[in-house]
């Protein structure tokens, strides 16, 4: 059995180009490539397979991606620079701190530390 997470979009390169450089720190790449779908690959994690739809985002994601980082601010900063939205900051729960994003079609995603110790 695979885990393949899949997202839909409406500009398939577009969104491919944030989520390779977003990923970067984990060696995604670009994998398969048929249109309508293209693959993000990485041996540290489950492929990100990029769909593309005719419709926009309507609603809010019932599934995302949780980004463990060891800076978030730096991380939420970097993020924000290749074009991510901000939905809401400075949230902590159980000691874990997090921020949530949204991507270029507005996908949310978190990017999260662990608590010390």
Known sequence: MQIVVT????DLDALAEFWETALSPLAYRRGFDAPPYLSLVSEQGPPLLLQKVPEPKSAKNRMHLDLGVQDLEAEVDRLLRLGAKTVATDLTEHGFRWAVLADPEDNEFCVFVK???
């Open 7 to 10: 997202l839909d979009c409406l």
């Open 115 to 117: 608590p010390a110790g």
